[in-house]
């Protein structure tokens, strides 16, 4: 059975900094694209960032310079560092793992930039 499960979200003031955490199993983590997306209230779900299986990276405009994706192949678990968080940050988190056309996700974890 395959499990993502995400980690580390929660309330943070604007500027403050959260890691996000997805530890994965049922997969050979390391042939998986492993990405975070996010998904506010009324909006669709976009893509933060993601990493390949060769630590390749790639981030949306919005979230460069602040964001950091990264993995850890010995524990199946990738991160995602947020710093200098901002208001429109808010959202839920998902975790996605990807291998050619198989994608798994995980449950997502809230996290709320605000004052």
């Known amino acids: 059975q395959v499990q993502l499960v995400e980690s580390g979200g929660g309330l943070v003031q604007p500027g403050g900094s959260l890691r996000l955490s997805c530890a994965a199993s049922?997969?050979?983590?390391?042939?998986?694209?492993m990405a975070w997306y996010r998904q506010a209230p009324g909006k669709q779900r976009e893509l933060v960032a993601s990493?390949?299986?060769?630590?390749?990276?790639n981030y949306a405009d919005s979230v460069k310079g602040r964001f950091t994706i990264s993995r850890d192949n010995a524990k199946d678990t990738v991160y995602l560092q947020m710093n200098s968080l901002k208001p429109e940050d808010t959202a839920v988190y998902y975790c996605?793992?990807?291998?050619?056309?198989?994608?798994?996700w995980g449950q997502g974890t809230q996290v709320t930039v605000s004052s």
């Open positions: 990493i390949t299986s060769t630590v390749g990276t």
């Open positions: 996605n793992a990807e291998y050619r056309r198989i994608r798994y």
């Open positions: 049922g997969i050979i983590f390391g042939i998986y694209a």
